[in-house]
């Protein structure tokens, strides 16, 4: 009888080990299926990669990726807003191989549903945009982080109480960013006004210097942008402006320039792709990373940033790292209306996809 138990244990045994050897073998080889062949990465941008601004930052970033991950890219550039052109480039990006395909433009999104269920098959990655498709996740940072820190060190350098920031189009990213930046300089200095100028584009120098004038003849004495290139602010420093940046740093300006919200592109491009050619891609989850991560920061001080203000960016910075974030306790909007309430934060869905008003301290200029 006890030789027959002893058989039975070790039949069992055998075939847990069986079941178990099989459970990795399945694991393994869904993480790393993808690697046993080549594999081709294409994305589509909005304008060139040498452009000193936002698509310089993305393609270096996705670059960098691939050339980690020995992947080979495949782009497309200055390709509209439009959705026969971004079909057209897309469906090239295909026929070329492209098992996954990064949308680096906020105005891509919106065809990206239709786009990813026509090429289920392929892996779809965009600034922004949802989708009920299984092959389609949208990324981007948490850049209202850093706009909030870069909106302290501005509230306590400005002089007339009055900043300037010249965008795009209000849509809920620059409208969060605005307010980010609102609420930063209204911590430095509670009487701050943030004097906003829309160009309705994303680059268009004349209409952005033409922006940049309007506000500083309106008292701005700290500027700053949400464009694609900094036009706005390499006008500003030469106007002998303070200014706080955006994005990446390319060019050298004078101590006036204070600091720079910027994104880590290289981090977040590298992240994701890792989890794609792992098989760890979550598709029914968008990546939306901040300072915990290291997906966005501040570029290093000017010698003119006082060591208050660099204390209290600090003490900020540690405390929106927490549960409360940037958009907790009370916040009114400019018409005095409340939509915060103290110990409440404002969720993620709102601020990424709806949010449409803007906070006390901040005026629109037509």
Same mark, same amino acid.
Request: hydrophobic share 40%.
């Given at each position: 009888?006890?030789?027959?138990?002893?058989?039975?244990?070790?039949?069992?045994?055998?075939?847990?080990?069986?079941?178990?050897?099989?459970?990795?073998?399945?694991?393994?080889?869904?993480?790393?299926?993808?690697?046993?062949?080549?594999?081709?990465?294409?994305?589509?941008?909005?304008?060139?990669?040498?452009?000193?601004?936002?698509?310089?930052?993305?393609?270096?970033?996705?670059?960098?990726?691939?050339?980690?991950?020995?992947?080979?890219?495949?782009?497309?550039?200055?390709?509209?807003?439009?959705?026969?052109?971004?079909?057209?480039?897309?469906?090239?990006?295909?026929?070329?191989?492209?098992?996954?395909?990064?949308?680096?433009?906020?105005?891509?999104?919106?065809?990206?549903?239709?786009? $990813?269920?026509?090429?289920?098959?392929?892996?779809?990655?965009?600034?922004?945009?949802?989708?009920?498709? %299984?092959?389609?996740?949208?990324?981007?940072?948490?850049?209202?982080?850093?706009?909030?820190?870069?909106?302290?060190?501005?509230?306590?350098?400005?002089?007339?109480?009055?900043?300037?920031?010249?965008?795009?189009?209000?849509?809920?990213?620059?409208?969060?960013?605005?307010?980010?930046?609102?609420?930063?300089?209204?911590?430095?200095?509670?009487?701050?006004?943030?004097?906003?100028?829309?160009?309705?584009?994303?680059?268009?120098?004349?209409?952005?210097?033409? $922006?940049?004038?309007?506000?500083?003849?309106? *008292?701005?004495?700290?500027?700053?942008?949400?464009?694609?290139?900094?036009?706005?602010?390499?006008?500003?420093? #030469?106007? *002998?402006?303070?200014?706080? *940046?955006?994005?990446?740093?390319? #060019? %050298?300006?004078? #101590?006036?320039?204070?600091? $720079?919200?910027?994104?880590?592109?290289?981090?977040?491009?590298?992240?994701?792709?890792?989890?794609?050619?792992?098989?760890?891609?979550?598709?029914?989850?968008?990546?939306?990373?901040?300072?915990?991560?290291?997906?966005?920061?501040?570029?290093?001080?000017?010698?003119?940033?006082?060591?208050?203000?660099?204390?209290?960016?600090?003490?900020?910075?540690?405390?929106?790292?927490?549960?409360?974030?940037?958009?907790? *306790?009370?916040?009114?909007?400019?018409?005095?209306?409340?939509?915060?309430?103290?110990?409440?934060?404002?969720?993620?869905?709102?601020?990424?996809?709806?949010?449409?008003?803007?906070? #006390?301290?901040?005026?629109?200029?037509?």
């Amino acid at each position: 009888m006890k030789n027959k138990e002893k058989v039975i244990r070790i039949a069992y045994l055998l075939i847990f080990a069986m079941l178990l050897t099989a459970i990795i073998v399945m694991i393994l080889t869904f993480r790393t299926g993808k690697r046993d062949r080549d594999i081709t990465v294409g994305a589509v941008f909005i304008g060139v990669s040498d452009d000193h601004g936002w698509n310089e930052s993305h393609y270096k970033g996705i670059k960098a990726a691939c050339d980690a991950y020995s992947c080979r890219l495949c782009s497309r550039m200055s390709v509209p807003e439009e959705e026969g052109a971004l079909k057209a480039a897309v469906a090239d990006l295909v026929g070329k191989g492209c098992s996954a395909v990064f949308l680096t433009s906020f105005g891509y999104g919106a065809y990206a549903d239709s786009i $990813a269920k026509a090429y289920p098959d392929v892996a779809f990655f965009c600034i922004s945009g949802e989708s009920e498709a %299984k092959n389609f996740v949208s990324y981007f940072a948490r850049m209202y982080q850093a706009r909030y820190l870069a909106g302290i060190v501005a509230g306590a350098a400005t002089e007339s109480g009055k900043l300037g920031y010249v965008t795009a189009t209000p849509v809920p990213e620059t409208i969060r960013a605005v307010n980010a930046y609102a609420l930063g300089a209204r911590k430095a200095n509670p009487s701050v006004r943030v004097l906003v100028k829309f160009t309705g584009g994303w680059d268009d120098r004349q209409k952005e210097e033409a $922006a940049t004038r309007r506000l500083a003849a309106a *008292g701005a004495d700290v500027m700053t942008f949400h464009e694609d290139r900094p036009y706005a602010i390499e006008l500003a420093d #030469e106007m *002998g402006l303070y200014t706080t *940046g955006y994005d990446h740093v390319f #060019e %050298k300006y004078s #101590e006036r320039f204070l600091t $720079a919200a910027v994104f880590n592109w290289d981090m977040l491009y590298s992240r994701v792709l890792s989890d794609f050619l792992s098989g760890r891609a979550n598709f029914s989850n968008d990546y939306w990373l901040g300072l915990s991560e290291g997906a966005v920061s501040l570029y290093p001080y000017s010698e003119l940033v006082t060591e208050d203000t660099r204390k209290l960016v600090s003490q900020e910075e540690q405390r929106i790292q927490s549960w409360r974030d940037v958009f907790s *306790g009370e916040i009114r909007d400019n018409n005095g209306v409340l939509r915060c309430h103290e110990n409440e934060r404002i969720g993620d869905d709102e601020l990424f996809n709806s949010i449409d008003w803007f906070v #006390e301290g901040v005026e629109v200029y037509e």
